[in-house]
C-alpha cells in the first residue's frame, strides 16, 4: 500500500514570496490533515478536510494561508507572501476515519520550508 | 479542546535501561490516546494507542495504559536500546482531532 506523497521534500524561498505544497493521501481515506511543525516542538494543525469539505481550520492564518482539497482527493496548502516564522516542517497525514475514535493517523515525510 | 503535558527532554539513558517518558490530557470527551514515534530523518508514526479506560496499548516492547482517573497515558520500556534513539509525542484525541505534545528526545548510548 502506497503511504501518503508528499512534494517537494524541500522548499528555500524569500520572505514575501508564496509557495505551494502538495499532498497525495492514502487511497481511500476520507480524513486529510496539514499540519506545521517548528523545530522543537509538536505538529500543530492548521487545517482538517473531511472528503472536500474543511472540518477545522480554526488555527490556519487564513490572511496568508489557504489550502483545498477540490476532488476529496489530493490537496495543496499554499502560503502567500511568506514570513521568516513560516519556516517550519508542513506535514500532511491521512485518516479513513468518517467518526468515533481510535482512528491512526498516516504521516507523509513531510515539507522543509526555509524561508530567507 | 484538548491539551497534552509531556515530559521535557532530552532524556538520556543508558541501553538495557528503563524508560518512563510521562504524559497527562485534558480532554473534553472521552479520547482516544496515542503515542506517536519520529525517529531520525523519518515522518512521524504510530507506536501505540488506547481507546478507552484501562486498555494497554504496546508495541515494539513499549506499554502505555489509558488511565481515565488520573487523565494520564504514560509511555514505558523495560529495556531500551539505541535504535529507540527518537522523538516521542503524546497525543490525544477526540473528535478525529489530535492534539500533539511538544515530544521528548530520546538519546539510548550504548
Known amino acids: 500500500e502506497a503511504g501518503v506523497a508528499q512534494s517537494p521534500r524541500y522548499k528555500i524561498i524569500e520572505k514575501r514570496q508564496s509557495v505551494a505544497f502538495w499532498c497525495n493521501p492514502i487511497s481511500g481515506h476520507a480524513t486529510l490533515y496539514w499540519y506545521q511543525q517548528i523545530l522543537g516542538q509538536g505538529p500543530k494543525l492548521l487545517i482538517q478536510?473531511?472528503?472536500?469539505?474543511?472540518?477545522?481550520d480554526s488555527q490556519l492564518p487564513k490572511d496568508r494561508f489557504s489550502a483545498e482539497r477540490l476532488k476529496g482527493v489530493d490537496s495543496t496548502l499554499k502560503i502567500q507572501p511568506a514570513k521568516l516564522e513560516d519556516s517550519a516542517v508542513y506535514l500532511c497525514?491521512?485518516?479513513?476515519?468518517?467518526?468515533?475514535?481510535?482512528?491512526?493517523?498516516?504521516f507523509g515525510p513531510g515539507t522543509r520550508l526555509t524561508v530567507l | 479542546g484538548d491539551s497534552v503535558t509531556q515530559m521535557e527532554g532530552p532524556v538520556t539513558l543508558s541501553e538495557e535501561a528503563f524508560l518512563t517518558i510521562n504524559c497527562t490530557y485534558t480532554a473534553t470527551g472521552y479520547p482516544s490516546l496515542f503515542w506517536y514515534v519520529q525517529y531520525p530523518g523519518e515522518g512521524l508514526q504510530l507506536l501505540l494507542k488506547a481507546t478507552k479506560a484501562d486498555d494497554k496499548g504496546s508495541n515494539k516492547g513499549f506499554e502505555a495504559t489509558y488511565r481515565k482517573e488520573t487523565t494520564s497515558f504514560h509511555l514505558e520500556k523495560g529495556s531500551v536500546q539505541v535504535s529507540d534513539s527518537a522523538v516521542y509525542f503524546c497525543a490525544p484525541s477526540s473528535y478525529q482531532k489530535v492534539t500533539f505534545g511538544t515530544g521528548t528526545k530520546l538519546q539510548v548510548i550504548p
Open positions: 478536510f473531511q472528503n472536500n469539505g474543511v472540518v477545522d
Open positions: 497525514a491521512s485518516s479513513l476515519a468518517i467518526a468515533g475514535g481510535g482512528n491512526e493517523q498516516f
